[in-house]
């Protein structure tokens, strides 16, 4: 039985995961995958792949491309969603700022550096035509620590998956005042480059799992009322997410890479461009 380290965020995207090692689809295949929940999002991530603390992480695609630019020793085996990320820019429900124009020059809270809350406002601020080198930050770690400072005024705003943020809008906690989707796919899989070098029949048995898993998703029995149940969302949030979420089994393509680099470049998130074979495995 090989041992592989897993980590992701806790959020519905990665449900094909667990369903996956709590029906022992990958210990019936000789591998005995752990995963780990990391609230923290991808600058977490990040710094556990190069710490060794896991061996692959589904992150977010700008995050491990601006990461491995800076030496994260990893690469990316494979795209996991295809669709884009619907970020929700949000401020506290009691907040004065009513529209989007109103955020320019206020202050950013983000789950911490090099995460894709921090890369979003930078994203969305070209977007607006804003000078990008005023952003000012408020590290929160969580989304819990979001409430917090959007509550009490430490932070203006805050970045974060659409769907996972509405029931805190439902409840009258935060008002969503518009989104930004990534202009690139949201999620891919990472491999540290030892762990791919010394396990590559055991990397290709996870990937064909999950793959096969991730295909048949949305066909799979009450999926919407599961995935509702689990991640306290409302049934017809969770439609209207599977409808816009579409999984991948492929590889990340030069064209979204250099599109992606580019535009990191472009922000001055990353001082340099990378060969494509660098990141892609």
Known sequence: MKSLKIAGVPE?????????????????AGVDLQWTDVPEGTGKLCQMLRDGETDIAVILTEGIVKDIVAGNDSKIVQVYVQSPLIWGIHVGAKSDYKKLADLKNVKVAISRYGSGSHLMAYVNAQNQGWDTKTLQFEIINTLDGAVEALTNGTADYFMWERFMTKPIVDKGIFRRVADCPTPWPSFVIAVRNE?????????????????????????????????????????????????????????????????????????????????????AG
């Open 12 to 28: 519905h995207f990665n449900l094909p995961w667990h369903l996956c090692i709590e029906n022992g689809e990958f210990e019936d």
């Open 195 to 279: 762990v791919l070098k010394n396990n590559a029949d055991a990397i290709g048995t996870v990937l064909d799992i999950i793959n096969q898993t991730t295909e048949e998703f949305k066909e799979i029995p009450s999926i919407d009322r599961t995935l509702a149940e689990r991640y306290g969302q409302k049934v017809e949030d969770i439609a209207e997410w599977l409808d816009l979420t579409q999984w991948s089994q492929k590889k990340l393509d030069k064209k979204t890479f250099d599109t992606l680099q580019n535009q990191l470049l472009s922000l001055e998130i990353i001082d340099k461009k990378i060969a494509f074979e660098t990141v």
